[in-house]
């Protein structure tokens, strides 16, 4: 476990000594079934509405639109990944199916769950072992090659770019050996989400449009591709700056939206309290949650789009990332 990790847990024993009222908080949360079905079908809607539009007008809607619809359906990816939106093991599975159906993003939730728990939240900003930190060999690659920065910023606009981008720099770069593991992934779970996402594709494709088709998978590529603004500018804000404290807080309206995200230093103390419940976390003990973030999601990515994409400032394990940062906050 790393010291980070174990400076959560220490702090939550003290908040919990002060304040136990905490613990009734504790749990899952079934109600955020709701949410995430009106997030599918709001993604189907868009699918639906743009069946007759040009494909640069896809796009578009998919860069303005879907993202940010993907991203608040992977709050609940996250969600699952503590077991916070039903407790049974089926009844998690069904919500990450569920899921599944809006974002179709094949098995990489199961992915995700597989090495979020077992490697971030124990081993919270340890290089060697947390799977959210970016890879220090291709982070200082990009660092240093401008053109490729530029290549892959335009890659990630298209749909697919980014599967085209992350075979060339597997090519270009090798991985940084580290220590990553993963709990085991059930494979025929994985196998249904992985065909209920061909199957959902085929269906738009087939019974709606291509452009329905084109726009779920566009939207699905660009949540996730440096031009994921929200998705992007979250990851940055929550670890990835140089600065003192363990986790930061981002407190802005996003976190309608998104579903409380911006609460992610109470959510590294408390990981067994559903986003539900976690801005009361922040009012029971506000000197405890001080880590405010000085920028929003959008800021964030805005200052590192405006690098044309630079690890620098972003990444605590490139050198000189802490004077990117301090020039950025000062």
Known sequence: MSIDSQWHIQRSQDILRQYPQIREYFGNYPLSILPIV???LSQWLMAWLVRDLPWFAVGGIAFLVGQFILHSL?????EAAHNLIFKSKFGSQFALWLIICGSLSFGESLTYIGVHGKTHHLQLNDYQYDHELWDRHRAEFANNHLSWRMIESLLHLLPGGLIVSELIISSLVKADTRQVKSAPIDQKFNFVLIFTSILLYGVAYLA?????????FWSLTLMASNWGITFRGQSIAEH???HLGKTYSTYSWTNIPLFNTGYHDEHHTFPQV???HLPKIKRLAPEYFTN??????FQWWWNWAKSIFAPAGYNRYLPDSKASVH???T
């Not at 709606?208 to 779920?216: G, T, V």
């Open 38 to 40: 009106l997030l599918v």
């Open 74 to 78: 992977g709050v609940f990816v996250h």
């Open 208 to 216: 709606i449009a291509p452009q329905a088709a084109l726009y779920l």
């Open 240 to 242: 990835h700056i140089y």
């Open 274 to 276: 559903a986003w539900i």
């Open 292 to 297: 405010d973030n000085p920028y929003s999601y």
């Open 327 to 329: 020039k950025q906050l």
